[in-house]
């Protein structure tokens, strides 16, 4: 059983900085694409960056210049390092994989809570 398992969301003030971390088992992510996105309440489920199996990443306008992906597949494991964190950023964040890098997004996480307050 595929299990993405995020940590790391918290509360913190505007301008602050915040690393989640996503953990994968049942899988080796050596090959997938992985992504993160995030839901904020009444809100539509966004991208916010992806990271392919070579390196390659794409941002979201609205984290560009501020968060970075990254991954580390000896330990299955997918980041986002948030800095500059804005009220807006607030939200639920979601690790998900993509086995193809095809944008189907196989497996998800549970996310975890970012709250930034002004």
């Known amino acids: 059983q595929v299990q993405l398992v995020e940590s790391g969301g918290g509360l913190v003030q505007a301008g602050g900085s915040l690393r989640l971390s996503c953990v994968v088992s049942?899988?080796?992510?050596?090959?997938?694409?992985m992504g993160w996105f995030r839901q904020a309440p009444g809100k539509e489920r966004e991208f916010v960056a992806s990271?392919?199996?070579?390196?390659?990443?794409v941002y979201a306008d609205s984290v560009k210049g501020r968060f970075t992906i990254s991954r580390a597949n000896a330990d299955n494991t997918a980041y986002l390092q948030m800095n500059s964190l804005k009220p807006e950023d607030t939200a639920v964040y979601l690790c998900?994989?993509?086995?193809?890098?095809?944008?189907?997004?196989?497996?998800w996480g549970q996310g975890t809570q970012v709250t930034v307050s002004s």
């Open positions: 049942g899988r080796t992510i050596r090959r997938d694409t």
């Open positions: 998900a994989a993509d086995p193809f890098s095809d944008a189907t997004w196989n497996y």
């Open positions: 990271i392919a199996w070579n390196g390659g990443t």
